[in-house]
């Protein structure tokens, strides 16, 4: 599932479909898995950049949705993910701006994901030196959620098993990705009998298997005063599964 969001201004636009196409390649280039496909998860842009985005898809099959929320990425992650988990068990979650520059081989995780039933996640990037890691048999490394890391895992650059989803429910809406990040922390340390979140040796310390393309909406989101009036809205979640 690739996630797509045309951003706040015209030039950021431009820069994410410039290298739209060198995304779809590289990730076609590097990833090894026998059968997959293409989701491409918008967050409600502008009917322009979404006709440029899909034409840039070529004759590539994919499923499209949009949350037409236009920013919200849990709005956008839930959107596309309710319908991707109708089509397979497994999500590999990606961004538009980001390029795969090694060769990935993904069955590793997918068969631990689709024979071990303990497994939400497995991470598909370098782990964070926050991350404490436990070692598990074939290479595989659990992430203690007890480490001092605010996230744990992050909304791109990971295999989601639809039991996550289904355990840990929708992300939530309405709130700045990090704010985002941090409550899906907090759920995946505190429901009880939590699924496992792993990495694999090969990945602990990857170096260059992955290149940022494309112009990030993170400064903005982060230092433009409205948008931190619309977003900085933390709330509280009623029906926790909290440990005994």
Known sequence: ????????TPEI????????????????????????????????????YVEQFLDRMGTRPYI?????????IGCNLNTGLRVAFQQADLVMNWSDDICL????????????????????YAVLRSAHPSLRL???AGGWNEIDKDSPNRFLIITSLNLMHRRAWDFYGPYPEGLRID????????RYRHFKDGLKIVIHDDLVDVKGLINYRAHS????????????????????????????
Do not use: C
């Open 1 to 8: 599932m690739l996630k797509t969001w045309q951003g706040p």
């Open 13 to 48: 636009a431009a820069e994410r479909l410039s290298r739209a196409a060198e995304v779809f390649r590289s990730i076609e280039k590097n990833l090894d898995y026998p059968n997959w496909a293409w989701h491409i998860a918008d967050d409600g842009s502008d009917t322009g």
């Open 64 to 72: 499209y949705t949009s949350s037409g929320a236009n920013g919200d």
């Open 101 to 120: 520059t090694k060769p990935l081989d993904l069955r590793p995780a997918a068969e631990l994901l689709q024979s071990n039933a303990a497994v939400g």
């Open 134 to 136: 436990i070692p598990m």
């Open 179 to 186: 704010i985002m990040q941090m409550e899906m922390a907090w």
């Open 217 to 244: 909406t993170w400064s903005w989101r982060v230092y433009d005063k409205e948008e931190q009036k619309a977003w900085y809205r933390y709330r509280s979640y009623a029906g926790r599964r909290v440990q005994a």
